[in-house]
């Protein structure tokens, strides 16, 4: 059964590094989703993507944030300087097609420690 | 925005007694999801059921909806062991096509 792969499945890095997190969507799924969930908290949306450019985003995707599909296959989240509020485990999703009514489906999750 | 409160915030059961979870929401949706998540994993599509059904089953699963509450509810009867992990829900708005996901249950089923 096709499924949403995640990696890391684990990144420790320092407050200011960068940070690529990466996904491979379900191979003809067409629209994709970055979650981000803190420990204990609810999952949080964080963008959504499209036709090669973002078609949602949150408050709390700023600047500091970034989504590419470099190629046919991956979809990065970017975190240009991590500060230690972003650790968190980030969750990646896709789905088939324009129809609202079908699921998404998540990746196993990265989880990023800031120190 | 959407936000989802659910309840319990916890809930403890038996092998065996039903459990029920309860969502409630505040804006307009097009349809309202379930997921259940085991510590420290990924999250799992349970169900779905759309803003115009009221009810919907899958196995030990049933999921209601009142659209005119803003709330929904899931049932797991016969509980077992294994169902021991944190169930959300989460809706889309009309319009949209992210999912705005509640606070969870954390369930414990005591073998």
């Known amino acids: 059964e096709p499924e949403v792969t995640q990696t890391p499945s684990h990144q420790v890095t320092q407050m200011g590094q960068e940070v690529i997190l990466r996904c491979v969507p379900i191979?003809?799924?067409?629209?994709f989703y970055w979650y981000r969930q803190i420990l204990g908290q609810k999952v949080e949306f964080l963008v959504s993507?499209?036709?090669?450019?973002?078609?949602?985003k949150s408050e709390i995707f700023d600047d500091q944030f970034s989504v590419e599909r470099p190629d046919g296959s991956n979809f990065t989240l970017k975190i240009r300087s991590t500060k230690l509020e972003d650790s968190a485990m980030y969750f990646c999703?896709?789905?088939?097609?324009?129809?609202?009514?079908?699921?998404?489906?998540f990746g196993p999750g990265t989880r990023l420690t800031v120190l | 925005s959407q936000q989802g409160e659910e309840d319990p915030q916890a809930l403890s059961i038996q092998e065996g007694e039903n459990a029920t979870m309860n969502c409630s929401y505040k804006?307009?949706?097009?349809?309202l999801q379930w997921y259940r998540q085991n510590s420290g994993r990924g999250l799992v599509h349970l169900i779905l059921?759309?803003?115009?059904?009221r009810e919907k089953h899958s196995g030990r699963l049933r999921v209601t909806l009142d659209t005119s509450k803003k709330s929904s509810s899931l049932l797991i009867t016969a509980s077992r062991a294994a169902d021991t992990a944190s169930y959300f829900c989460?809706?889309?708005?009309?319009?949209?096509?992210?999912?705005?996901f509640g606070t969870g249950t954390r369930l414990t089923v005591i073998p």
């Open positions: 999703a896709s789905r088939g097609d324009a129809l609202s009514y079908n699921e998404q489906f």
């Open positions: 191979s003809n799924h067409l629209y």
């Open positions: 993507f499209y036709n090669n450019e973002i078609s949602e």
């Open positions: 804006t307009s949706i097009n349809n």
């Open positions: 059921i759309r803003s115009n059904e």
């Open positions: 989460a809706t889309v708005e009309t319009g949209a096509n992210n999912l705005f």
